[in-house]
């Protein structure tokens, strides 16, 4: 053989690169379905509560922009228009406090509950295919994987079995509370961060002793503080952007939890508390680094509020409601909807069997201290829901709540009451997942007995699909574009009449239009009450409320110079570019003939009257 002749790799290098490559694929497939192989039962349950979140909310699905929430409509618009401003983080267009609404003053974002986090994320499909579907995608998400997260939190960290895990985070993701609350309050069905804020605080208590796992004490890992820490900050922060009403509430429940457990396991908190201390400290650093100026903003910005504007006495759980059945549950009646303040707050409705199955599992299960810890922050927290003064069957007893201790404590006594409710629902899945996993570690009649007792207690409060309902479509005007004939991009549009939190609907018309143009007034938080405090919406101009009026009665009201005056310098205040009557509108040939009064002939574009101011 000539010494010339080419070895193989260097006479064919390209056929070394095309062998390699088949290999390689078929191993990345190899490793796929060897994955899929071994965590199939955790895709089954996850696809199981696709499924059954897609079922309670399948009443939109048909058509997210013509149905809406038929319980809680007025919020479902709110939200679909919190969705839009938050797009506009795509186009180079977003402030923490917008123009788009209350016009001139602007609405402060981070003062409502605008999940600005989700709003981006979910950008695309809100430019694409319409905020409504981002919305009815969000309701559905929400419930799915607030039960996957609590799913593998119960798995993955405190090893117990997958039947037990998939009982505890189904009903995390699918308790009376969480589907209640789907009723148009993403903000607090958005909880699939929430177990992994759990999983890093106990990460870094881990890290944190030195005493854990080992034979003999050594140091604390560090390294594992360090990343939970920074962990632990980036949770939070994202939080804070979904909502930060979750963030609230789990960081009570957790304080409750760790001052249990301290109490119960003094050595464990004498050996981890200045590491564990340590770490926390330097996640809420690191989390203020980004969190100062939104939290600043909120609170002290433009348009900021600094308290709450709902009554803690109002929002209060009646105590009959613990052991009544959710209206939304298989075993619930309607009869029990007047033992809270709305259908989106039927946070306390676990029912008396889920109850009973509760007590019994943390008896039998109770020498772990867990069990006892959760306990005591079940307590807390459903004392804490009763509110200032107790409730009963919904009378008022006059005696005097927990939550009484939490009066005139900045931004805590803001909280509804009723919502510490919902830290119930993980609380009580800790203890059902715990029972059941011993119980199918065991060999006696309560291998059985516990499941079914379990599967018994939850069968009740199985929820139901979420009511629904048609919604009238939106005008040409809107959905064909034809408004920016009437108003340039940015500029402010006057709808008649104007939206109010009790009727919103035009703020579906910004919703359709990505938020393209400004509104007077709406439905938002602002700095509208008593002496700067927060109130829902803003002050009507004279203006507004005699077109109110009209739209409200259908009177013809006498209309002067006086009138017309007033009527150019609400246009003025507001900036607006043009006003604009819909055929659909109440009362539309009243508003029509007093708008001519007030602003002069109008122009017909589409299906609108349109009045340049």
């Known amino acids: 053989m000539s010494s010339a002749a080419p070895t193989a790799p260097d006479a064919a290098p390209d056929q070394a690169v095309r062998l ?70 795509l186009l180079g267009d977003f402030h923490l406090l917008t123009d788009r609404l209350n016009a001139p003053d602007g609405v402060n974002l981070m003062a409502n509950t605008t999940i600005i986090a989700l709003g981006v994320l979910c950008a695309p499909v809100t430019l694409l295919f319409g905020a409504p579907t981002s919305f009815a995608l969000l309701a559905a998400a929400n419930l799915a994987g607030t039960a996957l997260a609590w799913y593998l939190l119960f798995h993955r960290t405190m090893r117990v079995r997958r039947l037990a895990a998939a009982v505890g985070g189904g009903l995390c993701g699918f308790g009376p509370g969480m589907v209640s609350q789907t009723n148009s309050h993403l903000h607090m069905t958005a909880q ?49 952007f979904i909502g930060e009403e979750v963030l609230f509430l789990s960081a009570v429940t957790l304080l409750v939890m760790a001052i249990a457990y301290a109490l119960a396991d003094r050595d464990l908190a004498r050996r981890a508390l200045p590491g564990f201390a340590g770490g926390l400290a330097i996640a809420a650093g690191l989390a203020m680094l980004v969190l100062g100026y939104p939290l600043w903003f909120q609170f002290a910005g433009p348009q900021g ?23 939304l549950s298989v075993a619930g009646s309607d009869q029990a909807s007047r033992l809270t303040t709305g259908p989106a707050e039927y946070n306390t409705f676990l029912g008396w069997p889920l109850l009973l199955v509760t007590a019994f599992c943390a008896i039998w299960a109770g020498r772990r201290r867990l069990i006892l810890v959760c306990v005591a922050a079940a307590l807390v927290m459903g004392a804490l829901s009763l509110g200032p003064e107790v409730v009963l069957g919904g009378t008022r007893t006059a005696l005097p ?125 602002g700095p509208y009450g008593r002496g700067g405090t927060a109130a829902m ?77």
Not at 52 to 79: C, I, K, M, S, V
Not at 218 to 234: C, E, F, K, Q
Not at 307 to 325: C, E, K, N, R, T
């Open 20 to 89: 390699a490559d088949p290999v390689e694929r078929a191993s990345g497939a190899v490793r796929l379905r060897t994955a899929v192989r071994r965590h199939r039962t955790d895709l089954l349950v996850a696809l199981v509560w696709v499924a059954l979140a897609g079922w309670l909310t399948h009443g939109l699905w048909p058509d997210p922009g013509g149905r809406t929430l038929a319980l809680n409509p007025e919020d479902q618009t709110l939200y679909e228009w919190f969705l839009a401003v938050d797009a506009r983080a």
């Open 192 to 240: 699939w961060l929430v177990p992994v804020i759990v999983w890093l605080v106990v990460r870094l208590l881990r890290a944190s002793d030195p005493g854990e796992g080992r034979s003999r004490p050594t140091a604390p890992d560090r390294r594992r503080m360090i990343s939970s820490a920074v962990g632990l900050a980036v949770a939070v922060t994202a939080q804070v």
């Open 305 to 327: 509020v600094a308290d709450g504007m709902f009554s803690p006495a109002y929002f209060s759980a009646d105590l009959s409601s613990w052991w009544a059945v959710s209206p």
């Open 401 to 525: 709540g927990p939550y009484a201790l939490l009066a005139g404590l900045p931004v805590v006594d803001g909280a509804l009451p009723m919502r510490f409710g919902l830290a119930l629902l993980p609380i009580v899945a800790t203890v059902l997942t715990l029972a059941v996993d011993r119980a199918l570690g065991s060999t006696g009649r309560a291998r059985r007995l516990v499941p079914l007792a379990v599967v018994a207690a939850l069968l009740p409060i199985f929820p139901t699909p979420l009511p629904t309902a048609a919604r009238p479509a939106l005008p040409e005007f809107v959905t064909g574009g034809h408004w920016r004939q009437c108003v340039e991009p940015g500029g402010v549009l006057v709808p008649v009449p104007l939206p109010t939190p009790k009727e919103p609907w035009p703020m579906r018309w910004a919703a359709a239009a990505d938020a393209g143009f400004g509104l007077p007034e709406g439905f938002f938080i």
């Open 537 to 613: 919406g803003t002050f009507k101009q004279p203006t507004s409320a005699l077109l109110a009026d009209v739209a409200r009665r259908g009177d013809q009201p006498a209309i002067g110079d006086e009138q017309r005056r007033q009527a150019a310098k609400d246009a003025d205040f507001w900036g607006a570019s043009c006003v604009v009557l819909t055929d659909d509108a109440p009362h539309a040939a009243s508003l029509k003939t007093t708008l001519e009064q007030l602003y002069g002939p109008a122009t017909r574009i589409a299906d609108a009257w349109t009045w340049k101011v």
